[in-house]
């Protein structure tokens, strides 16, 4: 081993107290990053998931236009044959077609307004976790029968129950006007209120016979197995549908710019927060190699009267440095990792995050999201830090005098 290294090893133990304070100072610094940012990216992940698990699904094909300017008559033809051939398309998941308008719903009693959806019975629970979440009765059966399920506040201010009948009236696609009764089979409680208070669903089979669509619908819903793969799948998607111009393939992002920016946002203040805690490490390692260079001020004089150049001293502290960030970046990086391996398995809850979580759809717990990114990014900005802290010290030899410094007291 270069005899630089061993006596770089050897000053950094004169001060042992001090060495282990500025190394556990790193070592909690990169725990808690390596664990705050698996944590943040498991909760990203948890929040498109549930999000889009819950009705958007991760792609959807559309007319051109409608996303911007739902109008009834902006439909796709033949929905569900295009939904029965993009399910033989390589890697795309679960495929389901849908049509959707505005009507007004009326019970014995009182009228409300509604999102009406046509939805493929047989299909709709692969692509949506809202079939799963009937309270009472049960879900849509056969793509033609003459039923609805409602959201629970909606049955709540219609004061409907499972068996009532309700008549609906909206538009047609032709401008007709499409009117039809359905019998109530079930009721969803998502847990948004929002959703729960408009929504209801019912055959789209039946959808197309009352709004004059013929076969027509308004969108393919595909669901993918994992995030990572919806970039793959659009693109598959649009290659499919090459020929049809007047049909678009939109992703996620598209369809819930929202969420991408509320991502966004939340990890550029976190990394705001990330960076003062880094440049507290990094200020604790100046303090900790300036004092350690001016403690042997004599000792350097004495080395370069002996013929040993400031930029030999300097590369010497840099030596120690190198040596404090590695074993910060090596016990932080291991001790961080374990735990957010350990909690990504186990999961934990975090109290008082109830009310948001059910906005996104997600469970009680957490599960951080152990990655290389996870794992090494926070670390490794610590341990640069460090690095660049010690440029001052070092630099500070280039003007040490031999006579003056021996003198120092």
Same mark, same amino acid.
């Not at 808690?32 to 498109?48: E, K, P, W």
């Not at 009937?134 to 629970?152: C, K, M, P, S, W």
């Not at 009948?165 to 359905?182: K, N, P």
């Given at each position: 081993?270069?005899?630089?290294?061993?006596?770089?090893?050897?000053?950094?133990?004169?001060?042992?107290?001090?060495?282990?304070?500025?190394? *556990?100072? &790193?070592?909690?610094?990169?725990?808690?990053?390596?664990?705050?940012?698996?944590?943040?990216?498991?909760?990203?992940?948890?929040?498109?998931?549930?999000?889009?698990?819950? !009705?958007?699904?991760?792609?959807? =094909? $559309?007319?051109? *236009?409608?996303?911007?300017?739902?109008?009834?008559?902006?439909?796709?033809?033949?929905? /569900?044959?295009?939904?029965?051939?993009?399910?033989?398309?390589?890697?795309? *998941?679960?495929?389901?077609?849908?049509?959707?308008?505005?009507?007004?719903?009326?019970?014995?009693?009182?009228?409300?307004?509604?999102?009406?959806?046509?939805?493929?019975?047989?299909?709709?629970?692969?692509?949506?976790?809202?079939?799963? #979440?009937?309270?009472?009765?049960? !879900?849509?059966?056969?793509?033609?029968?003459?039923?609805?399920?409602?959201?629970?506040?909606?049955?709540?201010?219609? #004061?409907?129950?499972?068996?009532?009948?309700?008549?609906?009236?909206?538009?047609?696609?032709?401008?007709?006007?499409?009117?039809?009764?359905?019998?109530?089979?079930?009721?969803?409680?998502?847990?948004?209120?929002?959703?729960?208070?408009? &929504?209801?669903?019912?055959?789209?089979?039946?959808?197309? $016979?009352?709004?004059?669509?013929?076969?027509?619908?308004? @969108?393919?819903?595909?669901?993918?197995?994992?995030?990572?793969?919806?970039?793959?799948?659009?693109?598959?998607?649009?290659?499919?549908?090459?020929?049809?111009?007047?049909?678009?393939?939109?992703?996620?992002?598209?369809? /819930?710019?929202?969420?991408?920016?509320?991502?966004?946002?939340? /990890?550029?203040?976190?990394?705001?927060?990330?960076?003062?805690? =880094?440049?507290? +490490?990094?200020?604790?390692?100046?303090?900790? $190699?300036?004092? @350690?260079?001016?403690?042997?001020?004599?000792?350097? *004089?004495?080395?370069?009267?002996?013929?040993?150049?400031?930029?030999?001293?300097?590369?010497?502290?840099?030596?120690?440095?190198?040596?404090?960030?590695?074993?910060?970046?090596?016990?932080? =990086?291991?001790?961080?990792?374990?735990?957010?391996?350990?909690?990504?398995?186990?999961?934990?809850?975090?109290?008082? =995050?109830?009310?948001? &979580?059910?906005?996104?759809?997600?469970?009680?717990?957490?599960?951080?999201?152990?990655?290389?990114?996870?794992?090494?990014?926070?670390?490794?900005?610590?341990?640069?830090?460090?690095?660049?802290?010690?440029? !001052?010290?070092?630099?500070?030899?280039?003007?040490? $005098?031999? +006579?003056?410094?021996?003198?120092?007291?």
């Amino acid at each position: 081993m270069n005899v630089s290294w061993v006596l770089a090893w050897r000053n950094i133990w004169r001060h042992r107290r001090r060495t282990w304070l500025t190394v *556990g100072a &790193m070592v909690f610094c990169n725990v808690l990053l390596v664990f705050l940012v698996s944590l943040q990216l498991g909760s990203y992940q948890m929040m498109i998931d549930g999000s889009l698990a819950a !009705y958007t699904g991760h792609i959807q =094909v $559309q007319r051109r *236009g409608y996303h911007d300017d739902q109008h009834i008559y902006q439909s796709v033809p033949a929905v /569900m044959e295009l939904a029965s051939s993009l399910r033989s398309v390589p890697g795309v *998941g679960e495929v389901a077609a849908r049509a959707e308008a505005f009507a007004l719903a009326s019970s014995a009693q009182r009228s409300f307004g509604i999102l009406l959806t046509g939805v493929q019975p047989g299909y709709e629970p692969a692509v949506s976790t809202f079939p799963g #979440k009937v309270r009472e009765g049960r !879900y849509l059966q056969a793509d033609d029968a003459r039923e609805i399920v409602i959201g629970a506040l909606l049955a709540q201010n219609l #004061k409907a129950g499972v068996g009532d009948e309700l008549t609906f009236i909206g538009s047609g696609r032709d401008g007709s006007f499409a009117a039809a009764v359905a019998t109530v089979v079930g009721i969803l409680d998502t847990g948004l209120e929002e959703v729960d208070r408009s &929504m209801a669903q019912i055959p789209l089979g039946w959808f197309q $016979q009352v709004f004059a669509m013929g076969d027509a619908g308004h @969108s393919v819903v595909i669901r993918v197995p994992s995030l990572e793969q919806v970039g793959d799948t659009a693109a598959g998607l649009r290659a499919a549908l090459a020929g049809r111009n007047e049909l678009v393939v939109l992703d996620w992002e598209r369809l /819930m710019p929202g969420l991408r920016q509320a991502i966004t946002s939340d /990890m550029a203040s976190a990394w705001f927060t990330y960076g003062v805690l =880094v440049l507290l +490490v990094a200020f604790s390692v100046l303090n900790t $190699q300036l004092m @350690s260079v001016l403690e042997r001020t004599r000792e350097f *004089g004495v080395m370069l009267a002996l013929g040993m150049r400031p930029a030999q001293l300097a590369r010497l502290v840099g030596m120690e440095t190198l040596m404090l960030a590695a074993l910060g970046l090596g016990l932080g =990086v291991a001790g961080g990792g374990l735990l957010a391996a350990y909690l990504s398995y186990a999961g934990f809850v975090y109290p008082g =995050v109830e009310e948001m &979580m059910a906005r996104f759809m997600l469970g009680g717990r957490i599960y951080p999201q152990l990655s290389p990114v996870s794992l090494l990014a926070g670390p490794l900005t610590v341990f640069l830090g460090a690095l660049l802290a010690a440029l !001052y010290p070092a630099l500070r030899l280039f003007r040490l $005098q031999p +006579v003056a410094a021996m003198r120092a007291l």
